[in-house]
């Protein structure tokens, strides 16, 4: 039985299970080296697997379709703000992927910052409020 977690996953490589395990190996991969992929190592990846020989039909479009919808549902942003992210290199135009995984929780071992507490009011007045005033003086 597939978690509904796995099953959108398969669903981001068309429901073959050997593509999922392909892109989800070169993501992470991504993700730990930097975040930051070309469009020819995408393609590299149905091209060097043994079991993709039935892609050689599928456009790149179509690849690097199941690479982003992979990645997305795998929690991480492809190229956030940007629909398409290029460079010059060489004098050739390539595309770039950014893969951006937010933080929600923080780091183990970082300790969150308490929020700074409100000024206390005294007779009626913030204390610091006037130049060169201080918390004793008032």
Do not use: H
Request: aromatic share 8%; with cysteine.
């Amino acid at each position: 039985m597939l978690l509904l977690c796995d099953s959108q996953l398969l669903a981001g490589a068309g429901q073959d299970e050997s593509l999922l395990e392909a892109l989800t190996d070169f993501i992470k991969e991504v993700a730990q080296s930097g975040g930051e992929c070309t469009r020819p190592m995408v393609l590299d990846v149905f091209a060097k697997d043994p079991n993709r020989e039935n892609d050689t039909d599928w456009k790149p479009q179509w690849k690097v379709c199941r690479f982003n919808d992979v990645a997305v549902r795998m929690g991480c942003q492809v190229n956030p703000g940007r629909v398409r992210n290029q460079r010059v290199i060489n004098r050739v135009t390539t595309d770039f992927y950014l893969l951006v995984k937010p933080e929600l929780m923080p780091a183990p071992g970082v300790e969150e910052k308490e929020p700074a507490s409100p000024p206390a009011v005294k007779d009626g007045r913030f204390p610091g409020f006037l130049f060169g005033e201080t918390e004793e003086d008032s």
